[in-house]
């Protein structure tokens, strides 16, 4: 006899999350499918969430502790007690400032939102006084440094756009990213709604809009400063709005003078006439959403630049605090009235000498051999760091690298000493929040073989060091319970929670900022920023060149339908994912290709002066000519990225979340034939 349990997709595709039925008999999925009665995805269940139920049962799972003597040797079973035993020994003889742990997606696959793993990881981290960073650096931080310089980091509701947006900009926002998304503008269309694309290729979003601007990798700030050009030049503005709610408009209106369309021609390679056609568009329809993306177009030095120019356009047109305006459903942001309460200890964190949250840094750590034990946590490093092959150097230096995961990954190949099984979505309690509501991931199965949690393997560790309140819970619904009190939640609990039928509203505002109070120290939203001037960084938004290079493609990286990041091993160890995304594929253009002598389907080398990758060709005129682009997650592609620093050091704390992301940037050449 089988039952049915309501859960979340172990994918996060946050804010856009979507509710999933498990049909279970015998400790077996029978089927997974999309919740009809989940509020946020109403039975909606993509192509990636089909693929997670080849977790369950899956050959490649691990399933017990493993160790070896030397990297690149074999592994061999070991039991709990020896790895943990091992890895805490390791630590006391390193000395805590000589630890590290750094947390991938993968914590967050049973509780994206609620920061439940990440959080218990930085508990542990802040109690014992070791090492530990914040992993947004990787993915959204560097473009929300951006926003929350000018102010704008709260975003209104997919259902709020599809409700009353009529012109929806999706700015760098491929669909593939937040597949739960493409209901709601498909809706706004349908209504009559203006959907806009800008992004470096023609994404899947392109063709569900009605206008495509593809520009010059790393130019966003100049399309944005040449659409404030004209807005101010045409007194377009809205002065009422902008008086009340904004600082800086004068210089502002003075420094965009400067950027005209033609201007940002030469920079975007969009023309000045279809620039200003967009400007006028944008500022005439009320209300209009911008919805931005929330990693890929900031994997560039210039990228928070980006998001500090784009953030001014809702404030000058007055796009702010109405229904249908502001931004839209952006990866780690939240919604008006959005509260929890955190497990991390922040406060708890003895002195020491910390590597600062920028990634460089922590490069930088590894490679002097300042870090001696690395905890990695469901993630898979050395496929998303920038730089990669000096990660790799780095953690290779290490005395211990451990790894607690579903699957091997690159990362566990190349530099892993021990092996830690991890638990799935199914088979530990978890808890999501999309940007309405929670909603409980009950554990549904036991644990395959010898898999554990995070919780259970932190606790472990903690007894070990004599953490002695590290977890003070009963259980992991205990902890749970501690997030939610909160009074946002309205203090909930698991207990009441699991009541409702796992569902639970939160009471936020589908409206971003209806008071109109900013995330500024002004309060307002700042067009000029004292806290950017303070820290050596312009106090207009600007754009600045990426730096020159012999090399001359602009190498990009970003989402696919089917894969997530560097999840279940590239998506290789899930059968479905993985025939559908089978090796590194590089799109490039007729153009380009036909110059190196490069056909479609063809073996092709892309190297520059960092490494080198193995792929094949896509010829296809969706990107133009001087850009490549390659999904992101494949080992490899960041062993062409810069790993110079974006920010300066001071800057990386300013907000809660870190910016202190790489550069990323790379310019690479294809070569036709495949490395020898
Ligand atoms: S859109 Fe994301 S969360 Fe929803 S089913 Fe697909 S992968 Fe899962």
């Given amino acids: 006899m089988s039952t049915v349990v309501r859960t979340m997709c172990p994918m996060n595709c946050h804010p856009t999350l979507c509710g999933m039925l498990v049909e279970i008999e015998d400790g077996r999925v029978l089927s997974v499918k999309g919740d009809p009665d989940n509020p946020d995805s109403q039975g909606f269940l993509c192509v990636r969430g089909q693929a997670s139920r080849e977790i369950i049962g899956n050959p490649e799972r691990l399933l017990h502790p493993m160790v070896r003597n030397r990297r690149g040797g074999d592994w061999r079973r070991a039991s709990w007690a020896e790895v943990l035993d091992r890895i805490a020994e390791r630590m006391h003889e390193a000395g805590r400032l000589a630890v590290a742990t750094w947390t991938g997606h993968g914590v967050a696959a049973n509780n994206y939102g609620m920061r439940l793993t990440g959080n218990l990881v930085r508990r542990f981290a802040n109690l014992y006084g070791c090492q530990t960073w914040g992993s947004q ?3 959204w931080g560097l473009g929300g440094f951006g926003l929350g310089l000018t102010g704008v980091l709260e975003t209104s509701t997919k259902e709020d ?7 929806i900009v999706l700015w760098g926002a491929n669909l593939a990213s937040q597949p739960n998304t493409a209901r709601h503008v498909a809706a706004a269309r349908r209504r009559g709604a203006h959907v806009v694309t800008v992004d470096v290729r023609e994404t899947e979003a392109a063709a569900q809009s009605d206008e495509v601007f593809v520009l010059r990798p790393g130019t966003d700030a100049a399309l944005a400063l040449a659409m404030m050009h004209v807005i101010v030049r045409e007194d377009l503005h809205d002065r009422a709005f902008v008086e009340r709610n904004a600082l800086g408009f004068d210089e502002l209106a003075a420094h965009v003078r400067a950027h005209s369309p033609a201007w940002a021609e030469a920079i975007t390679g969009i023309s000045a006439a279809r620039i200003e056609a967009l400007a006028r568009r944008y500022a005439t329809t009320r209300p209009a959403m911008i919805v931005i993306g929330g990693s890929s177009m900031y994997k560039g030095a210039n990228g928070w630049q980006a998001g500090r120019a784009v953030a001014c356009l809702p404030a000058l047109t007055g796009n702010l605090g109405v229904s249908g305006g502001g931004f839209g459903p952006r990866h780690g942001s939240t919604s008006h009235g959005h509260g929890l309460a955190s497990i991390a200890a922040n406060g708890r964190r003895p002195p020491g000498d910390y590597v600062i949250d920028q990634m460089p840094r922590i ?18 490093m050395v496929s998303s760091f920038a730089d990669a092959n000096q990660v790799v150097a780095g953690l290779r230096r290490c005395d211990l690298v451990a790894a607690h995961d579903l699957f091997m990954s690159d990362t566990a190949r190349e530099c892993a000493d021990v092996l830690l099984p991890a638990t799935s979505w199914l088979e530990e309690v978890g808890m999501k929040a999309t940007n309405t509501h929670l909603y409980l991931m009950p554990q549904a199965l036991e644990p395959p073989g010898e898999a554990r949690s995070a919780s259970w393997v932190l606790r ?5 060091l004599d953490l002695d309140d590290f977890f003070p819970w009963a259980s992991d619904e205990g902890m749970i319970d501690a997030v939610l009190d909160h009074p946002a939640t309205g203090h909930a609990t698991v207990a009441q929670i699991r009541g409702t039928g796992g569902i639970h509203p939160q009471n936020v505002s589908h409206v971003a900022y209806p008071t109109l109070a900013f995330d500024t120290p002004s309060g307002k939203v700042e067009f000029v920023s004292e806290r950017a001037k303070r820290h050596g960084l312009p106090a207009l938004p600007v754009y600045e060149p990426l ?3 012999p090399y001359p493609l602009e190498f990009r990286q970003g989402r696919t339908l089917t894969h997530f990041h560097g999840f279940y091993d590239h998506g290789r160890a899930l059968p479905s994912l993985a025939r559908a995304d089978a090796e590194p594929v590089l799109w490039i253009s007729p153009v380009d290709a036909a110059a190196r002598g490069v056909a479609d389907g063809a073996a092709i080398r892309i190297h520059n ?3 080198a990758l193995e792929a094949r060709a896509r010829v296809t005129d969706k990107v133009p000519a001087g850009t490549v682009w390659m999904r992101d997650g494949w080992r490899g592609v960041n062993n062409l990225t810069s790993g110079a620093p974006s920010i300066p050091d001071e800057a990386c704390e300013l907000f809660p979340f870190t910016a202190g992301q790489s550069a990323y940037d790379a310019r690479v050449e294809v070569s036709p034939e495949p490395l020898g």
């Fill in 161 to 167: 756009m599809g409700a009353h947006a009529n012109l």
């Fill in 363 to 380: 490069t930088e750590a590894l490679v002097a051999g300042r870090i001696r034990v690395m905890l990695l946590w469901g993630t898979n």
């Fill in 547 to 549: 730096p020159s290079s």
């Fill in 137 to 139: 650096m990787i993915c």
């Fill in 460 to 464: 472990e560790l903690a007894r070990r």
């Fill in 609 to 611: 002066e960092r490494g």
